[in-house]
């Protein structure tokens, strides 16, 4: 479908154009010390703070995401870490935050249409798509989740599950 068929269902379904958040609106319902490092990081406050369209933050996604990780691979020290924290995505000790988790901080402070996310999740370039289903688990109630990834379930586009190429692994979207 592109653009404009979508935006034709949408006003025939009296469904609103924008995406409103569940949850905490100033956090995006993210980890605090995901979100203290991203906030804190030169790159989000420095880079990405100059991008004000959705479009120059998908070509910034084109250019700068590796990986769709929370944290840059090998910045985390999780040694001495124990129990329910030890060793756990986004939990413990923070490190350097991705590229990618910066960005998809920047496209919720963009307050994305629906539209928009929809682009994203049939973008060519796999990492798009991929922060697209991120923006969505983070920013929507559950209860639309099947909604929204339902037609992607059996994609076989094929993508990176973390940091490639040390460490990552190709996977299809399906699977990931």
Not at 8 to 25: C, D, Q, S, V
Not at 73 to 80: P, Q
Not at 122 to 151: E, I, M
């Amino acid at each position: 479908e592109d653009e404009h068929d979508l935006v034709f269902e949408a006003k025939r379904k009296n469904i609103p154009r924008t995406l409103t958040p569940y949850g905490n609106e100033r956090t995006m319902n993210m980890n605090s010390l995901v979100l203290t490092n991203i906030q804190n990081s030169n790159y989000f406050k420095y880079q990405l703070y100059d991008l004000n369209t959705y479009h120059q933050v998908i070509e910034e996604i084109t250019r700068k995401v590796k990986h769709l990780e929370p944290w840059e691979k090998g910045s985390r020290k999780t040694a001495g870490q124990t129990g329910m924290c030890g060793g756990v995505r986004g939990v413990g000790a923070g490190g350097v935050v991705s590229s990618a988790y910066c960005i998809l901080y920047k496209l919720f402070t963009l307050k994305l249409t629906r539209n928009q996310v929809h682009s994203m999740l049939n973008h060519n370039f796999g990492f798009v798509r991929g922060l697209g289903f991120l923006y969505l688990r983070y920013t929507q109630h559950p209860s639309t989740f099947w909604d929204w990834f339902d037609p992607y379930l059996m994609d076989e586009e094929v993508g990176w599950s973390g940091n490639r190429p040390a460490g990552g692994r190709r996977t299809t979207n399906h699977h990931w």
